[in-house]
């Protein structure tokens, strides 16, 4: 998300994030930054394998969880589509 910016830039970009979610404003992060997600995210969900992962508040998991999602272990489902529509809220 922050990669080839300075570190004030990704500072003011992180803060900018978190000020429209405390408004309500959904927002999608993309990154390779594992520390980023719990860092700025409330809630995650992983695409392995052309399949959505559970969704998970980032208070809930773990990067090691998250890493195994990552790999498609998620026994074999797909988000619920409740999980899928609670992203949005």
Wanted: glycine share 8%; aromatic share 6%.
């Amino acid at each position: 998300m922050t990669w080839g910016v300075d570190v004030g830039a990704a500072g003011f970009i992180r803060q900018q994030l978190l000020d429209l979610a405390a408004r309500g404003v959904a927002i999608l992060v993309i990154s390779e930054e594992l520390e980023e997600f719990f860092d700025i995210c409330d809630r995650l969900a992983v695409i392995a394998r052309g399949k959505l992962s559970p969704v998970r508040k980032t208070s809930e998991t773990n990067a090691e969880e998250v890493g195994l999602f990552m790999a498609g272990l998620f026994e074999g489902k797909r988000a619920p589509a409740a999980e899928i529509d609670s992203l949005s809220k």
